[in-house]
């Protein structure tokens, strides 16, 4: 019998490290800056509760096997619609209290209209705008990406 508890206790604990990723390296999560005619698109996130109404770069989690191209890529396909080609990284990456690491790339529209799918809300964004955004409506996360995208609209 002890070797049966012993074997079910093995499985137990090695489903259970499975399960929790942060166990692992911390996990990726891409965001877009998508730029067009000199403005930045901004989502308005719907879930969690903490986070919903607030604005952020779209995007999400990295999955297994993918690039931060290619899971940026189906992100904006998932939740906006469109179609985007992903260039170089913005801003610094930011370190998530859960153990997530987040990168922001800009983008620019190959094809197709961004759309609300999974958000509140969208909205594109003059510099102007952006600086006048009260930094308590932007995800906590994204806040220190926001004057670089200043920077990058000025030059747009
Ligand atoms: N997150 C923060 N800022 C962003 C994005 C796209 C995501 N610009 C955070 C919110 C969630 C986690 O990363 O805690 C995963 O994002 P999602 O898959 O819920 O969009
Ligand atoms: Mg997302």
Same mark, same amino acid.
């Given at each position: 019998?002890? /070797?049966?508890?012993?074997?079910?206790?093995?499985?137990?604990?090695?489903?259970?490290?499975?399960?929790?990723? /942060? +166990? =692992?390296?911390?996990? =990726?999560?891409?965001?877009?800056? @998508? $730029?067009? +005619?000199?403005? $930045?698109?901004?989502?308005?996130?719907?879930?969690?509760?903490?986070?919903?109404?607030?604005?952020?770069?779209?995007?999400?989690?990295?999955? #297994?096997?993918?690039?931060?191209?290619?899971?940026? /890529?189906?992100?904006?396909?998932? &939740?906006?619609?469109? &179609? @985007?080609?992903?260039?170089?990284?913005?801003?610094?990456?930011?370190?998530?209290?859960?153990?997530?690491?987040?990168?922001?790339?800009?983008?620019?529209?190959?094809?197709?209209?961004?759309?609300?799918? &999974?958000?509140?809300?969208?909205?594109?964004? #003059?510099?102007?705008?952006?600086?006048?955004? =009260?930094?308590?409506?932007?995800?906590?996360?994204?806040?220190?990406? @926001?004057?670089?995208?200043?920077?990058?609209?000025? =030059?747009?």
């Amino acid at each position: 019998i002890a /070797t049966f508890v012993t074997m079910g206790w093995l499985i137990a604990t090695r489903a259970a490290r499975g399960a929790h990723r /942060t +166990d =692992d390296r911390p996990q =990726d999560v891409v965001a877009a800056a @998508i $730029v067009d +005619d000199g403005r $930045v698109l901004l989502a308005q996130r719907a879930h969690p509760a903490e986070l919903a109404g607030k604005w952020e770069l779209p995007g999400g989690r990295v999955e #297994s096997g993918e690039t931060h191209a290619t899971a940026l /890529t189906r992100e904006i396909r998932e &939740e906006l619609g469109a &179609e @985007i080609e992903v260039a170089g990284r913005i801003g610094a990456e930011v370190t998530h209290p859960n153990g997530l690491m987040l990168y922001a790339y800009r983008a620019r529209l190959r094809s197709g209209t961004p759309a609300a799918l &999974e958000h509140l809300d969208m909205q594109w964004f #003059s510099a102007d705008e952006l600086r006048r955004l =009260d930094l308590d409506d932007v995800v906590p996360a994204d806040r220190d990406w @926001i004057p670089e995208l200043c920077a990058v609209l000025d =030059d747009a």
